[in-house]
């Protein structure tokens, strides 16, 4: 089952590596060279707008819960059927106790607009391949194989629209568990007899169009998991479909690089601004679907950052719940969403129809834009209350803080700008206006990084890095449980003293930093010398051995402090960092952290 999800899975995640980058395979989009998705569909607007949306993963797989034959997976539970490997009609069979009667489509309709989200996009059909609607094209479906026998869709379409939110489904067009014809099922049906073609054209594209027609106007489909189909078929698929519905947008997994906006892989925020439509799709604990054991839940204030880290790269999250087999949403979905709801009442001008901040993440926080006025999201309040916006050129007529309307204090500091602020009204993220007139500089990778002693830990992000020699920046992804993804974006490739990174920094306050590497370092490239050069001096250190890198497994990341700097005066400091021998590659470095010395 590991093996199937690394064929099938792992060359999807890596199609979708190269789409995002052209020119070179792995290496992530750099500040200097962000690219547009080229054409823009006339109807994108709103999508761009709307920066949050509720994505809704329920089908059999939600009844499970987690659980098949006492044994308790974890993970993404809407893989059950494959992990466990299922036969088709012992899974088909779940269907007979499938009965939400808890399913209330107004007030998931309202909880979603409560939450603030303002577009829902619910799993149609999963690749369990039973769809969660009236479809004449295939029996298993809710209204004919279920107890339940309603329309769920029906009910959810209408009253989300009416609530204000876009509406639009998932639909797994090539993965189907339950059809000889589908793609994924190698358990019960011969892979190498399966005819694509014919699942196409006898289910997928029958059922889709079964969506377009019946279920008012769609905001999304949501494509996943392509496969079995050329660049020019699926662009004929696209063509019939869209033809029912021109105004809505396709997703990016409809496959061969084709789709109306840009999805990054699960769980992934790309780490510098990013032109165009694009969404990021997270879940609220570590699944898809309903897993009943599965209590790792994001509270508000993770939601809260992690929506404004997303906006502040131009793009929307869509953060998926897993509502259970009676058809209730999570407890802590309702309360850490609604939560988030009366945040966005409050701060939801600095994220609704912003585009990305006009300056990188600072260690106070990150910032959002709209003509005239730049957004200060701040996550972590300086203990000087002291926040520095640096080399913010632009003519500043006033800055207050965005819920109270509260003027502050501030003064130009060369090229940057300093605000005093007392105390802030939400500890999770308190946003401040700063209103001005004519076009700021733009920042890019020459802009220096902020340090300050005002903050506890100050990173300067691999992101960032000037990269010499063969140094390169690559972005990691792995797994901690199944299918729950995580991306690292680090330095690789150091393995000579020639293959240096450095990082330029603005250091506010003279005095004491420690100096802590984060980063991870498989066995063979451990016990290694590095050098690290700041302010003509050189320190030594060893890199330290964590965990083998591998994609179905947790990377460690470690935090090694290696050295006491000390600044001697507020300026421009050059942080560089190389191999002191020639070796195999350094480690994979994270972040470099500098903390004041209290
Ligand atoms: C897919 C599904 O398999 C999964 O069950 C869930 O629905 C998720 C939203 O989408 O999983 C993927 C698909 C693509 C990538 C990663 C996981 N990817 O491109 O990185």
Redesign the pocket.
Known sequence: MKNYFKRR?LP??L??VLLTNEAKPQEIERWDNRVSSGHEPAGIQWFKDAKFGMFV?WGLYSQLAGTWKNKNYYG?G??IMNRARIPAAEYAAVAQQFNPVGFDAEEWAKFARQSGFRYMVVTAK??EGFAMFDSKVSDFNVVKASPYGKDPMKALSEAVRKEGLHFGF?YSQY?DWHEANGGGNDWDFDESRKDYQRYYQGKSVPQIKELLTHYGPLGILWF??PGGLSKEQTQAMIDTLHALQPDALFSS?VGQGLGDYRDF??S?VPPLPVAGAWEA?YTHNDS?GYISHDMNFKSSGEIIRLLAGTASKGGNLML?IGPDGTGRLPAYSQKYLLETGSWLGRFGESIYGTTYGLVPAQPWGVTTSKPGKLYLHIFERPSNGRLLIPDFDAAVSAIYQLDTHQPLRWKKRGSAIEISIGTLSDKRNTVLVVAYKGTPRKFDLTTPLTVSAGYKENPLDAVFARLHGSAKIESLTFSHYF?D?KHATCVTGMSRPEDSVSFLARITDPGDYKVLLEYACPPENSRQEGTLLFDGKEYKFETLRTSKLEEGNPILFIRHPVAIVTVPKAGLYTLRLSAAQQGSALFSLKSVILEPVD
């Open positions: 899975l999807c995640v199609t979708v993963h993404s809407e893989w999963h690749h998932y993965l996943d998991m997994r892989g699960d992934e799709i898809w998926n299918g993804w």
